[in-house]
């Protein structure tokens, strides 16, 4: 495993390659694999100017927005602009609790 500096007991990601090793190394399967495949079309759901992604697991939604971010995308919804960001969706139903990747 890399090295990555730390804060507070916690990884502190500083670039794009930061990111990068990170994902590759806690996620070996690529952060599809923890893709919520009953939203849209395989966890895709791509507008226009906005692109939303649905997970099962925290760390890779906070992952792939994190990377988004730092590669520069930027997202338009109803002409506002926004960064890329994650959403919570609490359990409920029966169902379990899922992210959502807001992005280009």
């Given at each position: 495993?890399?090295?990555?500096?730390?804060?507070?007991?916690?990884?502190?990601?500083?670039?794009?390659?930061d990111?990068?090793?990170?994902?590759?190394?806690?996620?070996?399967?690529g952060?599809?694999?923890?893709?919520?495949?009953?939203?849209?079309n395989?966890g895709?759901?791509?507008?226009?100017?906005?692109?939303?992604?649905?997970?099962?697991?925290?760390?890779?939604?906070?992952?792939?927005?994190?990377?988004?971010?730092?590669?520069?995308?930027?997202?338009?919804?109803?002409?506002?602009?926004?960064?890329?960001?994650?959403?919570?969706?609490?359990?409920k139903?029966?169902?379990?609790?899922?992210?959502?990747?807001y992005t280009?």
């Amino acid at each position: 495993m890399s090295e990555y500096k730390h804060v507070d007991g916690k990884v502190v990601i500083e670039s794009l390659e930061d990111i990068n090793k990170y994902i590759e190394e806690h996620f070996p399967d690529g952060l599809e694999d923890k893709r919520k495949k009953d939203f849209f079309n395989g966890g895709i759901f791509r507008g226009f100017n906005l692109s939303r992604y649905g997970y099962t697991e925290l760390l890779a939604a906070e992952c792939h927005a994190l990377r988004d971010q730092l590669e520069g995308a930027v997202g338009y919804s109803y002409g506002c602009r926004f960064d890329p960001h994650v959403q919570t969706h609490k359990a409920k139903d029966g169902e379990d609790e899922w992210y959502e990747v807001y992005t280009q």
